[in-house]
């Protein structure tokens, strides 16, 4: 298992700098549209439209991020890798591929 722990500490290392840099992206992306800005009627609708899109994904990329911290703070915990809702062992794969999951597939949905 400490194996395990090795490689699911060094992807969670990993998806935090992911994280990280999508978020500091989405930053830009959300920036206010200056009114003074000379677009059309049209792109200035497009534009708040797709500022809308990234600000939900920017919140979405920050919960991930609270979530992977939260992951690696707790990787030695007893609890880790236990589903919250069912009690049950979180498949390795799903940890993985989900490593600030606290649930097991069956539970997520």
């Given at each position: ?63 991930k991020l609270s979530g992977l911290k939260y992951a690696l ?37």
């Open positions: 298992m400490n194996t395990d722990k090795e490689q699911i500490k060094n992807q969670i290392k990993k998806e935090i700098v992911l994280t990280q840099t999508h978020i500091s992206t989405l930053k830009e992306f959300t920036k206010p549209i200056a009114p003074d800005c000379a677009i059309g009627r049209v792109s200035r609708m497009d534009a708040i439209n797709n500022k809308s899109i990234n600000d939900a994904a920017l919140r979405k990329a920050l919960v703070d707790t990787i030695n915990d007893s609890g880790f890798g236990i589903c919250v809702k069912c009690g049950k062992q979180i498949p390795i794969g799903r940890i993985m591929l989900v490593p600030h999951s606290r649930f097991c597939a069956k539970c997520a949905d």
